[in-house]
C-alpha cells in the first residue's frame, strides 16, 4: 500500500530563515502531489499542487519541488515569518481513485522571531 | 461565496449514543469528502459522496458508520452506538465538478466529537 512519510515531526526555525520540509511516498507514481496547511482547531487550507511533470512550483514564498526518481517533494518558505507556523501537510492521489487522497501525518513548524 | 460548513463544531456524546455530523459542500459543488483525524495524527479518508452516490467507502469503519449526501440538504456522517475511541474530529471537504478528475478539495471547520 502506498505510504507518505514527512520529515519530521516538528521543525522550529528563525525568523527569516528558509523552512523547507520534506514528504517522501512509496509504492506508487502519482499523478500530481499537494501541499496543505492546518491551523489547530482548523480545516487544512490548500497551498500548492504540482504535476507529476513539473519540477518546482512557486507561489509568493512558497516553492514546492516534485522529484519523482526520488520519490520526493520539498516544501520551502522563504523568508519565514512566525505567522508560517502551522501543521504543513503532504498529500497525493491513491492509484486506485484520483478522488481518494492520502496525508501525511505532518510537519509542526515552529517560526520564531 | 461562503466556505464548506460543518456542523456542530463541537459533540458530546456518551457511550452508545448516535452521533449525527453535518456538512454543507461549498456552493457549487458536488463532491464530498470526509476525513477522520485522531489526536496528533493525519487525516484518515472515510468516503467520498456525490449526490446520492456513494462513490468510494473503503476507509469507512464497516459497522456503525454511515454517509449519504441527498438531492437536496447537507450530507451527513452517522455514527451509532458511539463508543470512546471514535472521539476525533471529523472534516469534511468539497470539490467542485470537474471533467474526470478531482483534485483540489477544500476542508470545513471539523466537527469534535468527543464521547464520555
Known amino acids: 500500500s502506498q505510504k507518505i512519510e514527512q520529515n519530521s515531526e516538528a521543525l522550529n526555525i528563525q525568523e527569516g530563515k528558509t523552512a523547507t520540509l520534506t514528504c517522501n511516498y512509496t509504492?506508487?507514481?502519482?499523478?500530481?502531489l499537494q501541499w496543505y496547511r492546518q491551523d489547530p482547531g482548523r480545516g487544512p487550507v490548500f497551498l500548492l499542487l504540482?504535476?507529476?511533470?513539473?519540477k518546482e512550483k512557486r507561489k509568493e514564498r512558497l516553492k514546492v519541488t516534485f522529484d519523482t526518481t526520488l520519490k520526493q517533494s520539498l516544501f520551502h518558505i522563504t523568508a519565514s515569518q512566525p505567522a508560517d507556523s502551522a501543521t504543513y501537510l503532504c498529500?497525493?492521489?491513491?492509484?486506485?481513485?484520483?478522488?481518494?487522497?492520502?496525508f501525511g501525518s505532518g510537519t509542526r513548524l515552529s517560526i520564531r522571531p | 461565496n461562503a466556505g464548506v460548513m460543518q456542523n456542530p463544531r463541537h459533540l458530546v456524546r456518551r457511550r452508545g449514543q448516535e452521533a449525527r455530523l453535518r456538512c454543507s459542500p461549498m456552493?457549487?459543488?458536488?463532491?464530498v469528502y470526509w476525513y477522520r483525524q485522531l489526536p496528533e495524527e493525519g487525516l484518515k479518508f472515510m468516503v467520498y459522496?456525490?449526490?446520492?452516490?456513494?462513490?468510494?467507502e473503503s476507509g469507512m469503519p464497516k459497522e456503525r458508520f454511515s454517509a449519504e449526501f441527498p438531492k437536496e440538504g447537507p450530507s451527513i456522517l452517522r455514527i451509532q452506538q458511539v463508543v470512546r475511541g471514535d472521539s476525533a474530529a471529523y472534516f469534511c471537504?468539497?470539490?467542485?465538478?470537474?471533467?474526470?478528475?478531482?483534485?483540489?478539495?477544500?476542508f470545513g471547520p471539523g466537527t469534535r466529537l468527543l464521547v464520555l
Open positions: 498529500a497525493l492521489p491513491t492509484p486506485s481513485s484520483a478522488s481518494k487522497i492520502i
Open positions: 504540482i504535476r507529476e511533470n513539473e
Open positions: 471537504a468539497s470539490s467542485p465538478p470537474a471533467r474526470g478528475r478531482q483534485e483540489t478539495q477544500y
Open positions: 509504492n506508487y507514481s502519482p499523478a500530481y
Open positions: 459522496l456525490q449526490k446520492e452516490n456513494i462513490i468510494d
Open positions: 456552493k457549487g459543488h458536488s463532491h
